[in-house]
């Protein structure tokens, strides 16, 4: 089953997976109009700046077991087994924060949302895109990202390149392995910069 | 194989469905002195606040314990046990003998000394029984006395206030949940409660009550007097083992477990509130009487006596609350011993934007928080203390509130190694 696997050494930060996620939370779909709707959708991607101003897309890693759900006091985060998706019943919340408490990642937010009863804050988080799925869609944060940062794919498939990547940069001829050289550049130019900083 | 659990709080039942998912053929009886299906304790506050439904309260369905094939004995509580001929009595004259047994008694309220207790309105904030008694009479009463500001006296108080009543808190320390919280929080916490009508009444006790058959009022060590016409004594709580015999299973101020929650006694075990295990950040026994706690060590428990070997690291005292609109988070140690050489103490203070970190550390490794405010990443935290990794670059990184994941990561990972 494909899963949205992240890349971080590809992450610009620009955002652009956190205003599509907002959007494919909405009612209307669309950027504009969700951009008007009350509750304002949220985006469920947090793209964040690492220890070298880098860019990195933290998502919901849909653990298992879930510490989240273990923590859950009313019992309202469950697992869809189909999709390997960690889900909340807006409905069940009751915003207690005992999730947040318990996520190692920090991917749970708490707010209004157009899915949940009006005017009820409850948590929220990604939900792989379990609506547009649904319709045949992939995740609205893959489908916009543009670097390559977000792929959907089969993890095994994806698990077997990185390792592949990883004996090959071992080889004696490293520089042959070089799969994205703009990224490693770019990479490498902020950790330089961020360490010309520190030591001033 | 005859497995016997004695409580039916989150512990006990976690730990009565892990033995049914690895032993399905085995029998297990489980006792518990409330006859409510299993529910979910911590949600005894929102009830009272008014914010949750009573329907909300069962974590488990009304069919739990036949789906299981677990035998309940309620409406009891376990008066004898004795470990070497594997027997147990209950209060109302029944007898079980047991192959394994787990202890999750669970806690009961701390009483207080003062005459009259036995005045009508005067509750305990335990359970879900008292919580309906103290909504039937809430129309009745205008004022009301919390005694004690920790975690139940504080979630009384701030329960009555929503139901709109006068509430006077009466507490010993100087601000509010001062086990959980260090003073710069604690004060924050308590100009909330002020703030929406709460009077604080600080370093006095109560001595006795008055009132016919009702309480009316309550006097107090210092001469003072309050009037109240509810009560609700929130003192904290102690282990429930009373009927455990001191000599043949070891006992500190809970019972003592390992990583397997075995006690000193063969076929023994023990999870949850009556259970003291090291705590992860004090590096010392310690019972941490809370929800999320209960639940892992009644997996643990259950886990082993089905005859998995399965260690747990160690325990983690934690709370979250949410008080009007504002969150506080704390876990492990917050109040670290000030001859502590080892101990560093990171803070941020934020009085416009009302935000506060608090960050302990033993050398580099985490060892506690309290935080006020956006407090929504503060499972990281949490699991840092738990993985015990040092934090060697700049540990004022954890004190931005919008700090990301990838500020923990080396940066050799975010780096490609192509």
Known sequence: MKEVIVHPERCLGCMQCMLACATAHSKSQTLFSAAGETPLPKPRVHVGVGTFEEGFPNRCRHCNPAPCMMACLPGAIYRDTATNTVLIDPGICINCA??????????????????????????????????????????????????????????????????????????????????????????????????????? | ????????????????????????????????????????RPMISMVLEGTVSEKALPIRSADFYDTLRIHPVLGTRVSQLDPESKNLATADGQSFSYDKLLIASGSDPRAIDAENQNLDNIFYMRNYAQVRQMINALPSFKNALVLGGGLVGFKAAYGLLRRGLQVTMLISSGYPLSMQVDETAGQMI??????????????????????????????????????????????????????????????????????????????????GDVAEFIDIARKRPWVNAIWPEAVAQGEVAGTNMAGRRFVYKGSLSRNVIRIFDTDVMTAGLVHPPSDDMEIQVLTETDRRRR???????????????????????????????????????????????????ARLMPGSRACPIH
């Open chain 1, 98 to 200: 005992s999730c947040a408490m318990a996520c190692p990642y920090g991917v749970i937010r708490y707010h209004e949302d157009p899915a949940a009863p009006l005017n009820k804050v409850v948590a929220v988080k990604c939900d792989n895109c379990i609506e547009r799925r649904q319709k045949g869609m992939i995740p609205a944060c893959v489908e916009v990202c543009k670097t390559g940062a977000l792929t959907f794919e089969e993890p095994a498939a994806a698990m077997k390149r990185k390792t592949d990547e990883v004996a090959q940069s071992l080889s004696s001829d490293a520089e042959a392995a070089l799969k994205a050289p703009g990224f490693s550049l770019l990479n490498r130019t902020k950790k330089s910069r961020t360490a010309i900083n520190t030591a001033r």
């Open chain 2, 1 to 40: 194989m005859h497995y016997v659990v004695i409580g039916n709080g989150v512990a006990g039942t976690t730990a009565g469905e892990t033995l049914r998912r690895l032993d399905p053929q085995s029998a297990i009886t489980m006792l518990g002195d409330e006859n409510f299906p299993p529910y979910c």
């Open chain 2, 190 to 271: 308590l100009e909330v409660l002020k703030s929406r009508g709460l009077l604080v009444r600080v370093g006095s006790q109560v001595i006795g009550f008055e009132g016919g058959d009702r309480v009316r009022g309550a006097f107090l060590a210092d001469g003072g007097h309050i009037p109240c016409e509810l009560v609700v004594i929130g003192k904290g709580v102690f282990p429930a083992h009373g009927f455990v015999p001191r000599d043949k299973i070891k006992v500190d101020a809970g019972i003592l477990v390992n990583g397997c929650m075995e006690t000193s006694a063969a076929d023994v075990y023990a999870a």
């Open chain 2, 355 to 405: 935000l506060y970190r608090k960050l302990v550390f033993r050398k580099d490794v985490l060892a506690g928080f309290a935080m006020v405010n956006r407090i929504e990443q503060g499972g990281i935290l949490t699991a840092l203390i738990r993985s015990g990794l040092p934090v060697e670059k700049d540990k004022s990184r954890l004190l931005a509130p919008d700090f990301n994941f």
